[in-house]
Structures are given as structure tokens and as C-alpha cells.
């Protein structure tokens, strides 16, 4: 199994980045999606959730200004991130729950790095 998550980079504050998540190895429409991150000396804490019916779950923080998506067909996640803020500077990292909710998968992190 692998989620492999790209798109990060350095961007100034106000600006966009659209992280993807290709995922591979799993039956990819079995599975809920998420995006967590993870701030320096922080914890990882959820941003965004879609799960197999598409319903979607924001972070407060970040509602109004990303969006997460998925192509089954592609295998595929997104997440469209406008409005970026320096507070959201951190590793993105994606991951797979199985709709039984019995397994999970992880992918490595892309950085994402906000400057003012």
C-alpha cells in the first residue's frame, strides 16, 4: 500500500498550493480520506475529511479556505488550500481509514511552508 502525497512547497502568505494523495495497493473507493498536519513542537490534528459518500469535515480553522476532494477513477485525493496563513505551515500528510474503519494507512508528509 502507498499514499503518496506531493505539492507542497513555499508559498507567501494570501497565496494557494493544491496537494494531491495518489494511493495505490488498496480498493481506493473502500476508503474514508483525510488530510492531517503536523507544525513544528506540535501535534498532528485533522484538517479535512471526505469520506467513500464524498460528505466532507473541515478543521475550524481552515473552513472557507480549503477544499478536499478525491477521484475514485484517479485514485486520487486533493486538497486545495487559498488564503494560505504562515499558521499553516506544516508536513501534510495523508491517510486511508477503511470504511469498517478497521485499518489505516499513512503516507510520508509533504511540507508546506507559509511565509508573511
Known amino acids: 500500500v502507498q499514499l503518496q502525497a506531493s505539492g507542497g512547497g513555499v508559498v507567501q502568505a494570501g497565496g494557494s498550493l493544491r496537494l494531491s494523495c495518489a494511493v495505490s495497493?488498496?480498493?481506493?473507493?473502500?476508503?474514508?480520506m483525510a488530510w492531517y498536519r503536523q507544525a513544528p513542537e506540535k501535534e498532528r490534528e485533522l484538517v479535512a475529511a471526505?469520506?467513500?459518500?464524498?460528505?466532507?469535515d473541515y478543521a475550524d480553522s481552515v473552513k472557507g479556505r480549503f477544499a478536499i476532494s478525491r477521484d475514485n477513477a484517479k485514485n486520487t485525493m486533493y486538497l486545495q488550500m487559498d488564503s494560505l496563513e504562515p499558521e499553516d505551515t506544516a508536513v501534510y500528510y495523508c491517510?486511508?481509514?477503511?470504511?469498517?474503519?478497521?485499518?489505516?494507512?499513512w503516507g510520508k508528509g509533504t511540507l508546506v511552508t507559509v511565509s508573511s
Open positions: 491517510k486511508a481509514t477503511h470504511i469498517t474503519r478497521r485499518t489505516n494507512f
Open positions: 495497493g488498496i480498493i481506493f473507493s473502500l476508503y474514508h
Open positions: 471526505i469520506a467513500t459518500n464524498h460528505n466532507t
